[in-house]
T-cell receptor, first 112, second 115 residues
Framework: LAKTTQPISMDSYEGQEVNITCSHN???????ITWYQQFPSQGPRFIIQ???TKVTNEVASLFIPADRKSSTLSLPRVSLSDTAVYYC?????????????FGGGTRVLVKP | KAGVTQTPRYLIKTRGQQVTLSCSPI?????VSWYQQTPGQGLQFLFE???????NKGNFPGRFSGRQFSNSRSEMNVSTLELGDSALYLC??????????????FGEGSRLTVL
């Protein structure tokens, strides 16, 4: 399974854009890149998923370069409620039995 | 649509005891995965069930086991509890049956404390 590396923590301010980069050098051809958000004492919540290039939804964008060895989650105009831990995952998902490997996550602190 | 339900939410056990945790997936979801979350080790995959069959297992000792019923509800059991088993146990269900990687829907977890 591809291992992921992401920063341990990041600080930001309300209204700013937060970009979290995840490295996954040994990503496999069938692997997807998925990001989850987790608040204390809650289960992780799906944010976005992509395979290559750029994916955007109502809460975030995911940028994946051509070599797919890294990816960047972009959170536009963060608010205090975006303070959470963000996990980057690489794996085949359901097809491989959802054996997803969560890295250490990035703890994002949004300040007023 | 109801989310993933885990019971009990909190429990305290002593070393050597066993514990059974329950997970009810979202209606129609056939895949159920279990994860252990601790401050030191983060989120670790335990096992995944699909249509009552275990498809994948993480690197945990045999004391950790699970099963899935015909209605997709799942249980996990930890026998001979150790202090290190204290953790938040998370269950996740998935709507797809194969092919493209699917979105996981997590429950709020069962927090186990072993004394």
């Amino acid at each position: 399974l591809a291992k992921t590396t992401q920063p341990i923590s990041m600080d930001s301010y309300e209204g700013q854009e937060v970009n979290i980069t995840c490295s996954h050098n040994n990503i496999a051809t069938n692997d997807y890149i998925t990001w989850y958000q987790q608040f204390p004492s809650q289960g992780p919540r799906f944010i976005i998923q992509g395979y290559k290039t750029k994916v955007t939804n109502e809460v975030a964008s995911l940028f994946i370069p051509a070599d797919r060895k890294s990816s960047t989650l972009s959170l536009p105009r963060v608010s205090l409620s975006d303070t959470a831990v963000y996990y980057c995952l690489v794996g085949e998902g359901v097809a491989a039995g959802n054996k997803l490997t969560f890295g250490g996550g990035t703890r994002v602190l949004v300040k007023p | 649509k109801a989310g993933v339900t885990q019971t009990p939410r909190y429990l305290i056990k002593t070393r050597g005891q066993q514990v059974t945790l329950s997970c009810s997936p979202i209606s129609g979801h056939r895949s159920v995965s279990w994860y252990q979350q601790t401050p030191g080790q983060g989120l670790q995959f335990l096992f995944e069930y699909f249509s009552e069959t275990q498809r994948n297992k993480g690197n945990f000792p045999g004391r950790f086991s699970g099963r899935q019923f015909s209605n997709s509800r799942s249980e996990m059991n930890v026998s001979t509890l150790e202090l290190g088993d204290s953790a938040l146990y998370l269950c996740a269900s998935s709507p797809t049956s194969g092919g493209v990687a699917g979105e996981l829907f997590f429950g709020e977890g069962s927090r186990l404390t072993v004394l």
